[in-house]
């Protein structure tokens, strides 16, 4: 039998104390939480990048096709055919209304860091523009009855005049000013929602965004239609109440009588030019029949002066100030602010002889030059004909010319200093008066008879003239007064605008005609420490690249002065031959002196100065254009950023910092 023993198993008694018996081990498990958390991380950036890939397609094409139909937007507006505007603007509607449904899936993403601020830029600039094309909307109902007017083509033709080309100028100012009553309400329409774009887009950062990408400007881009935005935004809004003076200012309720006066540019002044000539006008709705006209010397001489003459004049302009400091009517127009002026002259003019007047309307040589740009060439009985071909014998517009010879046949007048009498004058010193009745009677009639299809440029010029200055309002009416000044048509120097400012005035006070060949060139560099404090360099860099002829161009002797925010603190100031003490004007602090610009010569002028206030966020400027000034060159320099242009009208800058 089998021992028993043998059916158990058998245990190797032998080993030692030390030795352990093999034990399989195995393998602690992870958690599977983990593993699934990882995978749906991993499954949730799949997922993000591939919503992002569809939509970031889907919107791509969107862009595209709004991108289509803003450009053919763009070019049927270019056309100025109403019959294409309107399809273009629906067109872009309907495609940014589309790119919006399919960017508010992805408008959460603003959230986001880093790639937020971009994906909410997207959303500002989709709002703007849907606020944009419902405003142009308003516009294109606003102006259909206007569009012959307006050099459109195919308007509605509901209210149109009818276009058979032998309405003038005059039937359509009567036409336009008989519906200002049904423009009125469409404004406040228009200016709700070109504030909503305004808004909409100055929360975009132009800085976030490089200067160029693929060769095309970004960051400018962005901060032009900005800028542009907000001088329209302004524009809209101070149009209303200019529109509701209109009537007034037109005569429709009884008629007006508005003093004309010619100022000379080329001699510059501080409101714009010397008043060299003026006119008693009279409008009854809106009907303009000239009264008189006369030279201004012919006016002062009828004026007694009492009041004495600011410094400047006296020490620099001499001849009859040097036998009396007293103030001469013709150099009332002291002022940077032409009303300020205007309280002064108006008064005076009054003790002269002027009759009561409305109002003041000065005008300098450019208007005239708009004008026969528009108009073409025009004949004045008894002086010849008036254009704006160039002269070679100025290199300026024949019309210029001609005045400026007729006016000072290469002479200037000569003052004694013991009697104040003129001891010599040019030959036709006497008569210049007889050439600024006819002349003006010829341009209004040949403006206010023009066939339709001149209209539209003479609109332009007449608007271009009053942006750029060149044509200024001062009225006794309170109301019309505040209308005209808050339009920009008032040459005010503006004291409410809360930032940096800038204004440089320069007055010639020598009597000849350099202004016609010199120019400024401006430059401002602005430092903003770490606590947002502001030290800026200001140059000014005068030219006059002709030579010296005894007549229009000689020796050129400008008072400059500077207007600042109140309070700066001026540090330094170089290039001046005589400087005055900073002071205190019109809410500004002004830097002031003397210095002489040679013919074919160059002269520099410096001022520095730090801020009364600390800058934080964004840098805001003002800048505001002499009356009488064409276009000089500024460069702003702030860090890295540099903005270039031509001063044609008032210009508001800003920043980021």
């Known amino acids: 039998?089998?021992?028993?023993?043998?059916?158990?198993?058998?245990?190797?008694?032998?080993?030692?104390?030390?030795?352990?018996?093999?034990?399989?081990?195995?393998?602690?498990?992870?958690?599977?939480?983990?593993?699934?958390?990882?995978?749906?991380?991993?499954?949730?950036?799949?997922?993000?990048?591939?919503?992002?890939?569809?939509?970031?397609?889907?919107?791509?094409?969107?862009g595209k096709n709004l991108l289509s139909n803003i450009n053919f937007l763009s070019v049927s507006a270019k056309s100025q055919d109403l019959t294409k505007i309107k399809p273009g603007i629906d067109g872009t509607i309907n495609s940014l209304n589309?790119?919006?449904?399919?960017?508010?899936?992805?408008?959460?993403?603003?959230?986001?860091?880093?790639?937020?601020?971009?994906?909410?830029?997207?959303?500002?600039?989709?709002?703007?523009?849907?606020?944009?094309?419902?405003?142009?909307?308003?516009?294109?109902?606003?102006?259909?009855?206007?569009?012959?007017?307006?050099?459109?083509?195919?308007?509605?033709?509901?209210?149109?005049?009818?276009?058979?080309?032998?309405?003038?100028?005059?039937?359509?100012?009567?036409?336009?000013?008989?519906?200002?009553?049904?423009?009125?309400?469409?404004?406040?329409?228009?200016?709700?929602?070109?504030?909503?774009?305004q808004d909409e887009l100055s929360q975009i950062n132009p800085d976030r965004y490089p200067e160029t990408f693929q060769g095309k400007p970004i960051k400018s881009q962005i901060q032009n239609v900005q800028s542009l935005v907000s001088e329209a935004a302004t524009f809209i809004v101070n149009g209303k109440p200019f529109l509701q003076s209109a009537?007034?200012?037109?005569?429709?309720?009884?008629?007006?009588?508005?003093?004309?006066?010619?100022?000379?540019?080329?001699?510059?002044?501080?409101?714009g030019g010397f008043m060299t000539a003026y006119a008693i006008m009279k409008v009854d709705k809106a009907k303009f029949t000239p009264v008189t006209s006369d030279d201004i010397y012919s006016l002062d001489a009828k004026y007694t002066p009492v009041i004495k003459a600011p410094q400047p004049i006296i020490d620099y302009i001499k001849g009859p100030y040097a036998l009396s400091p007293n103030w001469?009517?013709?150099?009332m127009n002291w002022s940077p602010d032409f009303a300020t002026s205007m309280e002064t002259m108006v008064p005076a003019a009054e003790k002269s002889g002027i009759g009561k007047i409305d109002g003041v309307i000065a005008v300098d040589t450019q208007l005239l030059v708009n004008l026969l740009n528009a108009i073409g060439p025009i004949g004045v009985p008894g002086f010849g004909n008036f254009s704006t071909t160039i002269n070679p014998k100025c290199g300026c517009a024949d019309v210029i010319y001609q005045l400026e010879s007729f006016a000072d046949i290469e002479g200037a007048v000569i003052w004694s200093p013991t009697t104040g009498k003129i001891i010599s004058a040019p030959a036709n010193y006497n008569n210049r008066k007889a050439i600024i009745g006819p002349l003006m009677n010829s341009i209004m009639a040949n403006a206010l008879g023009q066939p339709k299809d001149k209209l539209s440029g003479l609109m332009q010029a007449v608007f271009t003239s009053l942006v750029e200055k060149h044509v200024l309002f001062y009225m006794l009416d309170t109301n019309a007064e505040t209308a005209v000044s808050d339009f920009g048509v008032g040459g005010t120097i503006n004291q409410t605008f809360t930032g940096d400012y800038l204004h440089i005035n320069d007055a010639n006070l020598g009597g000849r005609k350099s202004n016609l060949y010199a120019y400024d060139e401006v430059e401002q560099d602005i430092s903003v420490a770490g606590d947002g404090s502001?030290?800026?360099?200001?140059?000014?860099?005068?030219?006059?690249?002709?030579?010296?002829?005894?007549?229009?161009?000689?020796?050129?002797?400008?008072?400059?002065?500077?207007?600042?925010?109140?309070?700066?603190?001026?540090?330094?100031s170089e290039g001046l031959?005589?400087?005055?003490?900073?002071?205190?004007?019109?809410?500004?602090?002004?830097?002031?002196?003397?210095?002489?610009?040679?013919?074919?010569?160059?002269?520099?002028?410096?001022?520095?100065?730090?801020?009364?206030?600390?800058?934080?966020?964004?840098?805001?400027?003002?800048?505001?254009?002499?009356?009488?000034?064409?276009?000089?060159?500024?460069?702003?320099?702030?860090?890295?950023?540099?903005?270039?242009?031509?001063?044609?009208?008032?210009?508001?800058?800003?920043?980021?910092?």
Do not use: C
């Open 247 to 271: 009537p007034y200012l037109l005569g429709m309720d009884s008629p007006r009588t508005y003093m004309i006066l010619f100022q000379n540019d080329k001699e510059l002044r501080p409101t």
């Open 98 to 197: 589309s790119f919006a449904s399919t960017y508010k899936l992805i408008a959460w993403e603003k959230f986001i860091p880093f790639a937020g601020p971009y994906v909410s830029d997207v959303g500002h600039a989709v709002k703007a523009g849907q606020a944009g094309l419902a405003a142009g909307e308003t516009v294109l109902t606003t102006v259909a009855p206007y569009a012959d007017l307006l050099g459109l083509k195919d308007g509605s033709g509901s209210a149109t005049l009818a276009k058979t080309g032998t309405e003038t100028a005059q039937d359509r100012i009567n036409f336009v000013v008989s519906t200002i009553p049904s423009i009125i309400p469409q404004i406040d329409s228009i200016s709700s929602q070109v504030k909503i774009v």
């Open 577 to 657: 031959e005589a400087k005055a003490d900073p002071y205190e004007d019109l809410g500004k602090t002004v830097f002031a002196g003397y210095f002489q610009l040679r013919p074919e010569g160059v002269s520099k002028v410096t001022f520095k100065y730090k801020l009364p206030f600390k800058v934080s966020g964004q840098y805001n400027l003002l800048i505001q254009k002499q009356p009488g000034t064409d276009g000089f060159l500024y460069t702003v320099n702030l860090g890295n950023h540099t903005e270039e242009f031509y001063l044609k009208e008032d210009k508001e800058l800003t920043i980021g910092l």
């Open 328 to 331: 001469r009517l013709r150099d």
């Open 1 to 62: 039998m089998p021992n028993e023993n043998s059916l158990l198993p058998k245990i190797d008694l032998s080993a030692t104390s030390e030795e352990k018996p093999n034990v399989v081990s195995v393998e602690p498990k992870k958690p599977a939480g983990k593993r699934y958390i990882w995978l749906t991380v991993v499954g949730i950036i799949v997922a993000f990048l591939l919503f992002n890939l569809v939509l970031g397609l889907l919107l791509y094409q969107k």
């Open 534 to 572: 502001v030290t800026k360099t200001l140059t000014i860099t005068y030219k006059n690249p002709q030579g010296q002829d005894g007549w229009l161009n000689s020796v050129l002797p400008t008072w400059v002065r500077v207007y600042v925010p109140k309070g700066s603190q001026l540090i330094s």
